[in-house]
């Protein structure tokens, strides 16, 4: 166990709709990560967040936004979904810039 | 460019058969190199850390090395658990994300 919690498991939904994802980074730690990783596929970074401020963006799609709460929890929204939106979306965290451990996932599944 | 790649893409070993997986990475100024081990569906799960040449880790049958170049990860008497993908990520100097190769297979057959 990481330490880092997200939630749901697992969404299932449709094309267009908009969803959100959950991540508690683990305690003491600053910084949040979030990745996508389709089937098959390998990591693609999305956003960092760092004690509430966005401190660098990956890939990330204009239909897709995060933000970094108070508490250091952090939430990925992802609208207008599309069929190839389906994967597995990671969170990681870490202390600044130093080893990042990643959640369980959640994994997303778009009909 | 700045770019992880990791060889070979996939290995099959018999159990008890030793053998090394490869990262070799460009980067202006190596910050931290990272080794994690991924099962199907589950999140990255952490290795090692190493940050300097000639620096090496060990953690049961694992054992991970750094070179200017290039960092294995060398696995000794293998079981069928340690069968899984492993990801090796590179953090620079001035950059806080990091640069991930994508991954080597490994299956051990028992």
Redesign the interface.
């Known amino acids: 166990d990481s330490g880092v919690t997200q939630t749901p498991k697992h969404l299932i939904t449709a094309t267009g709709q908009r969803v959100t994802l959950r991540c508690s980074p683990r305690s003491g730690d600053l910084s949040v990560y979030w990745y996508q990783q389709s089937l098959d596929q390998g990591l693609q970074f999305l956003i960092q967040y760092y004690n509430g401020e966005e401190r660098a963006k990956g890939n990330i799609l204009e239909r897709f936004s995060a933000q970094q709460f108070p508490d250091l929890h952090s939430e990925l929204n992802l609208s207008s979904l599309e069929l190839g939106d389906s994967a597995l979306y990671f969170c990681a965290s870490s202390v600044e810039g130093d080893t990042q451990y990643f959640g369980p996932g959640t994994r997303l599944t778009v009909l | 460019e700045d770019q992880v790649t990791q060889s070979p893409e996939a290995l099959r070993l018999q159990e008890g058969e030793s053998s090394s997986l490869n990262c070799s990475y460009t980067v202006s100024g190596l910050?931290?190199l990272?080794w994690?081990r991924q099962d199907p569906?589950?999140?990255?799960?952490?290795l090692f850390?190493l940050y300097s040449a000639g620096e090496e880790k060990e953690k049961e049958r694992l054992k991970a090395t750094l070179t200017k170049k290039e960092s294995f990860l060398h696995i000794t008497a293998p079981k069928p658990e340690d069968s899984a993908t492993y990801?090796c990520a590179v953090?620079e100097d001035s950059?806080?994300?990091?640069i991930?190769?994508?991954?080597t297979k490994l299956i051990i057959k028992p």
């Open positions: 910050r931290g990272f994690y569906g589950k999140g990255p799960e952490f850390t990801l953090r950059n806080y994300q990091l991930w190769g994508a991954g």
